[in-house]
Nanobody, 123 residues
Framework: QVALQESGGGSVQTGGSLRLSCKAY????????MGWFRQRPGEEREGVAN???????YYSDAVKGRFTISRDNAANTVYLQMDSVEPGDTAMYFC?????????????????WGQGTQVTVAS
């Protein structure tokens, strides 16, 4: 059974940094397309970044140049380093893993979702 456990959310000032972590259970991050989505207040969920099994990385235009996705295969964990954050980054952030159909984003279809971790950026 697949489980994704996010941590690292919280409050941060504009221009600051935050690192989100996602520990995966039941699947190998090294062989799975992993990613992050977010849902801003009153909006639909949107893809933020993904890292594919071969190492290809994709970022949405909204975060390109500010966020960095990475993975530690030994720890079976994926990270999202958020730098130069803006109030528009305030959202619930979800860790996702490919499998079982699901929502399409940048060449991967994500059917496994974590519970989410809240990020709030103060202006």
């Amino acid at each position: 059974q697949v489980a994704l456990q996010e941590s690292g959310g919280g409050s941060v000032q504009t221009g600051g940094s935050l690192r989100l972590s996602c520990k995966a259970y039941g699947l190998p991050t090294s062989q799975t397309c992993m990613g992050w989505f977010r849902q801003r207040p009153g909006e639909e969920r949107e893809g933020v970044a993904n890292i594919q099994s071969g190492g290809t990385i994709y970022y949405s235009d909204a975060v390109k140049g500010r966020f960095t996705i990475s993975r530690d295969n030994a720890a079976n964990t994926v990270y999202l380093q958020m730098d130069s954050v803006e109030p528009g980054d305030t959202a619930m952030y979800f860790c996702v893993a490919a499998g079982g159909g699901g929502t399409y984003f940048a060449n991967c279809r994500f059917g496994n979702w974590g519970q989410g971790t809240q990020v709030t950026v103060a202006s």
